[in-house]
């Protein structure tokens, strides 16, 4: 697996989004063990404070080793999730407004009405605001009212929180998260903390590089549509125009790639904007004193967020020093980085559908803070540079994707989105997702189906063992699959071989994407692996997954989530091509991995909608904004394939391959999964949606 890691400066690598948890095996040591009581941090102000029942992701711990204790202050970004109203009720109201045949189904929301129906009531989030301002924390919020932006130092966290932080060490991967047990005045309505124990390694981009010899430039798009059907729709005038279609993004794009990338293969393209996460300031009431901090003013940017850096080109003067740091991780006080899964993304959508309006979701932080105190400079956050004497902490993309996802929901202004990232399930119960399928991750995937909006998530690159991680030197010894991909309110997106002629014909059969078509994974494995798949251990199975029957050795689902829900074009052999740095001689060349499957499934889908949109009947019976919208395609799908007549004519039956993953340089594979047979299974889902046939299923419009 080729990982691009997205983490700013020393302080801010050390800030990760909640998909960051740490899977499978063990890892502590007797020498160093991990504190489990507070270690002298600050007693919250508020009252009786004592351990609480706070989620904030402990069991993320449980595999690190303790170093010792923050040597000076670092700054830090968070999500806070106030007490909702009935979070259970929004995840089980998406699943009805997605599912044909329910009274609800179509009934699309705002994201102002799942506020005021499920989310936070205003007086738990003014509550929740005002405790962490008094610490001269800065609040901003969303009109979905799900969660609460947090931006501060570590010596203002631990003040609100009455806990210390400290070095941890897991493999090579170093991050700091709390000492002991953080917790609050019982009077709080606080739920969850999110991104307060970060493990950087353990999210992916789902983005594989060959490291052999490569073909050329990769597939052309127009081979790509010709073999899955995007042409019978182009036919017919359908190219997603007048649908939005989101990417959440990993790192910072360079927008001229994209012409230039349709130029390269004499192809229209859609133009893509940057979307800047924005959550607007929570401004404290104004008898509260912030300790250590000067008046709250107008316009007082306390939340942080701003537009990042431009990116740094080949032809700026420090582009050589930033590409020769030696670290991985440049410093993107001087450069800025084009990221390639973030090009790969952008390119994929913008050439398959090429009508699209493209939004682009980069979350970008910075503030400067005094290294000493540790105090926030409130006169300078959202900015590229600090004082003399202060430091700048930020971070961007994959490591706070979670507030680019909250900021699709409340602006609603993508109707579709793509999302090319994820980690093994094992350990987010405390920190992702919470009890019974709740939590940050299915209470925000359930608020974009509600509004109506489609999400596609790469299944992973690691077939049946996501929670490997390799830089341990931890190895699986049982199947685990990738979150978010399991969330039931996505479509996750698994990956084939595609074997093509040069005008995209098919040659052979299409298969999945794993060992016996490539010997080529991720290379952390004796047998290089490939499509993620298998059965949550997290996520109920939805009702429409519920009563399938698996053959041909795949395990029963056992009343659990099964992923992939459909499969495209993931294995590099076979893979579209991809550019970086075009606009200044980069290169062309093919990419996998489900990171490539997951883009194109979403374009795919964006002219579906323009379809039903155009229809004289698609939209009837739809309420909301967005009429056209269809909500999580998952059930669609599957009920398409539940009438085998349907089924033989929309989707080409994967029938070959498996993605058993072995133990790292053992011939014994890890037993119980995935086979690839007839019909559903664990590697490729349904199959391969055929985009003409798909269209004409769904609008009962025959599209050629």
């Known amino acids: 697996m080729y990982r691009i890691q997205r983490i700013r400066s020393a302080a801010a690598a050390l800030v990760a989004a909640s998909l960051l948890a740490a899977c499978g095996g063990g890892g502590g040591s007797a020498s160093s063990p991990l504190p489990t009581t507070n270690t002298g941090g600050n007693t919250p102000s508020t009252g009786s404070a004592g351990p609480s029942s706070i989620r904030w992701g402990q069991r993320m711990l449980q595999q690190a080793t303790y170093v010792g204790p923050l040597t000076k202050p670092v700054a830090l970004a968070m999500l806070?999730?106030?007490?909702?109203?009935?979070?259970?009720?929004?995840?089980?109201?998406?699943?009805?407004?997605?599912?044909?045949?329910?009274?609800?189904?179509?009934?699309?929301?705002?994201?102002?009405?799942?506020?005021?129906?499920?989310?936070?009531?205003?007086?738990?989030q003014a509550k929740v605001a005002a405790y962490f301002q008094e610490y001269g924390i800065g609040v901003g919020s969303w009109p979905q009212n799900l969660v609460l932006s947090l931006v501060g130092s570590s010596t203002q966290f631990t003040a609100a929180l009455g806990v210390k932080f400290g070095y941890y060490q897991y493999g090579k991967e170093r991050f700091i998260a709390p000492i002991g047990t953080p917790h609050v005045d019982a009077s709080i309505p606080l739920s969850a903390l999110n991104a307060l124990v970060p493990i950087a390694s353990q999210v992916h981009n789902y983005l594989i590089r060959p490291s052999t010899a490569s073909f050329g430039p990769g597939l052309s798009p127009q081979q790509v549509a010709r073999a899955f059907d995007f042409t019978?729709?182009?036919?017919?005038?359908?190219?997603?125009?007048?649908?939005?279609?989101?990417?959440?993004?990993?790192?910072?794009?360079?927008?001229?790639?994209?012409?230039?990338?349709?130029?390269?293969?004499?192809?229209?393209?859609?133009?893509?904007?940057?979307?800047?996460?924005?959550?607007?300031?929570?401004?404290?009431?104004?008898?509260?004193?912030?300790?250590?901090?000067?008046?709250?003013?107008?316009?007082?940017?306390?939340t942080g967020f701003t537009l990042p850096p431009p990116d740094t080109t080949p032809a700026s003067p420090n582009f050589a020093a930033c590409m020769s740091s030696g670290t991985g991780v440049p410093n993107f006080q001087t450069c800025n980085l084009e990221d390639g899964e973030a090009q790969l993304d952008t390119e994929t959508t913008a050439s398959l559908a090429p009508g699209v309006n493209e939004n682009f979701y980069l979350a970008y932080y910075s503030f400067c803070y005094n290294a000493g105190t540790g105090i926030v400079d409130n006169a300078n956050i959202g900015v590229t540079s600090c004082p003399a004497g202060e430091t700048l902490g930020d971070a961007e993309g994959i490591s706070i994707a979670d507030f680019e996802i909250q900021q699709a929901i409340g602006d609603n202004r993508s109707d579709v989105l793509s999302l090319s990232y994820g980690?093994?399930?094992?350990?987010?119960?405390?920190?992702?997702?919470?009890?019974?399928?709740?939590?940050?991750?299915?209470?925000?995937?359930?608020?974009?189906?509600?509004?109506?909006?489609?999400?596609?998530?790469?299944?992973?690159?690691?077939?049946?063992?996501?929670?490997a991680a390799p830089s341990a030197g931890l190895y699986p010894t049982s199947p685990c699959v990738s979150y978010p991909a399991t969330d039931a309110n996505v479509v996750a997106v698994g990956g084939v071989n595609l074997p093509v002629d040069g005008a995209g014909n098919l040659l052979g059969q299409i298969t999945a994407w794993a060992d016996q078509t490539t010997l080529g994974g991720n290379g952390t494995f004796g047998n290089n692996i490939g499509s993620g798949g298998g059965v949550s251990e997290l996520i109920p199975a939805p009702a429409w997954q519920a009563g399938l029957t698996l053959t041909g050795g795949n395990p029963q689902l056992g009343g659990f989530r099964g992923i992939p829900d459909i499969a495209m074009d993931a294995d590099f052999l076979t893979g579209q091509g991809m550019g970086q740095y075009i606009a200044y001689g980069g290169t062309i060349g093919p990419v996998g991995g489900t990171s490539m499957a997951a883009p194109q499934a979403a374009a795919q889908w964006?002219?579906?909608?323009?379809?039903c949109k155009e229809s004289a009947t698609c939209g009837n019976g739809s309420t909301g904004p967005y009429s056209y919208r269809l909500g999580n395609p998952a059930p669609l799908f599957y009920q398409i394939a539940s009438a085998p007549a349907n089924y033989a004519s929309v989707f080409y039956d994967v029938q070959y391959g498996e993605n058993q993953a072995n133990q790292n340089g053992s011939l014994a594979p890890i037993t119980g999964c995935c086979f690839s047979t007839p019909g559903y299974d664990l590697v490729t889902g349904l199959g391969v949606p055929m985009t003409g046939r798909l269209i004409t299923a769904i609008t009962k419009t025959p599209v050629n």
């Not at 390269?264 to 250590?292: D, E, M, W, Y």
């Not at 964006?606 to 379809?611: G, K």
């Open 80 to 124: 806070a999730q106030p007490q909702l109203q009935n979070e259970a009720g929004l995840v089980a109201y998406a699943q009805q407004a997605s599912t044909p045949g329910n009274p609800n189904y179509r009934h699309f929301l705002t994201p102002q009405q799942i506020g005021q129906l499920y989310g936070a009531a205003p007086a738990n």
């Open 232 to 302: 019978g729709a182009y036919n017919a005038g359908l190219y997603g125009n007048g649908i939005g279609l989101g990417i959440i993004g990993t790192g910072p794009i360079d927008p001229t790639d994209v012409p230039y990338y349709g130029s390269a293969f004499h192809t229209r393209v859609a133009t893509v904007s940057l979307i800047p996460t924005s959550p607007t300031f929570v401004k404290p009431a104004s008898s509260l004193n912030v300790p250590g901090t000067f008046p709250y003013g107008p316009g007082f940017p306390a």
């Open 423 to 467: 980690g093994g399930e094992a350990n987010f119960g405390t920190a992702y997702v919470g009890p019974r399928g709740t939590g940050l991750g299915p209470s925000e995937f359930a608020a974009l189906a509600a509004e109506g909006i489609a999400v596609f998530v790469s299944s992973g690159d690691t077939g049946n063992a996501a929670c």
């Open 606 to 611: 964006a002219l579906v909608l323009q379809a």
